[in-house]
């Protein structure tokens, strides 16, 4: 069984909104912290959003005030609600879950305890 499996992804124009869901089995998503990141093609990594598991967010500069993170405890799910998505936006997203939110830092990715196959936003201008 994949831990982490994401949704949502797909093709937009510059302006508009994505949803981007990561279903996770409830041990996990009870008690771990969850979060998101993305690579561009030819670019490094970088850490989008994280989210405790009592609900406190961080975000990236670059997408502040444009994404929002959640969790739905209901269905196990962590979303990512994407507005105004810019070109520059495109990438591969991609979910992730660890014991602290400390751990959810790009310079640490290959060692984040839970980490999603990946899915593909493309945002055209």
């Known amino acids: 069984q994949v831990p982490l499996v994401e949704s949502g992804g797909g093709s937009v124009q510059a302006g508009g909104s994505l949803r981007l869901s990561c279903a996770a089995s409830e041990y996990i998503f009870s008690s771990y912290c969850m979060g998101w990141f993305r690579q561009a093609p030819g670019k490094e990594r970088e850490g989008v959003s994280s989210?405790?598991?009592?609900?406190?967010?961080t975000y990236a500069d670059s997408i502040r005030g444009r994404f929002t993170i959640s969790r739905d405890n209901a269905k196990n799910t962590l979303d990512l609600q994407m507005n105004n998505l810019k070109p520059e936006d495109t990438a591969m997203y991609y979910c992730?879950?660890?014991?602290?939110?400390?751990?959810?830092?790009?310079?640490?990715?290959?060692?984040?305890?839970?980490r999603g196959q990946g899915t593909q936003v493309t945002v055209s201008s």
């Open positions: 992730a879950a660890d014991r602290g939110c400390s751990a959810l830092d790009v310079r640490f990715w290959w060692t984040i305890r839970f």
């Open positions: 989210i405790t598991t009592d609900g406190r967010a």
